[in-house]
Nanobody
Framework: QVQLVESGGGLVQAGGSLRLSCAAS????????MGWYRQARGNERELVAT???????NYADSVKGRFTISRDNAKKMVYLQMNSLKPEDTAVYYC?????????WGKGTQVTVSS
């Protein structure tokens, strides 16, 4: 069984920064791709960033140059450093892991950016 727990969300002013963390437990290891997604109220869940086992990364165009995804395989952690935050970044942010074809999700952490 795989469990994911996100933390680090909160309220921040536009232009500020936050660092999200996702702690994974269970039968995952360094080969599993992981990612961050977000869902704003009234919108569908969308990709923010993904990272492979070899730390190859992929970002949504809307966050390129502002957000950085990273992982610590020994600690089973994945992070999302978010800089230059904008009000449109306001959403619930979810961590996920692709465990050999099965996708697991955390419960999410709220990020609110005030203008």
């Amino acid at each position: 069984q795989v469990q994911l727990v996100e933390s680090g969300g909160g309220l921040v002013q536009a232009g500020g920064s936050l660092r999200l963390s996702c702690a994974a437990s269970g039968y995952i290891n360094r080969v599993n791709p992981m990612g961050w997604y977000r869902q704003a109220r009234g919108n569908e869940r969308e990709l923010v960033a993904t990272i492979t086992s070899s730390s190859n990364t992929n970002y949504a165009d809307s966050v390129k140059g502002r957000f950085t995804i990273s992982r610590d395989n020994a600690k089973k952690m994945v992070y999302l450093q978010m800089n230059s935050l904008k009000p449109e970044d306001t959403a619930v942010y979810y961590c996920n892991v692709n465990h050999f074809g099965t996708i697991y999700w955390g419960k999410g952490t709220q990020v609110t950016v005030s203008s």
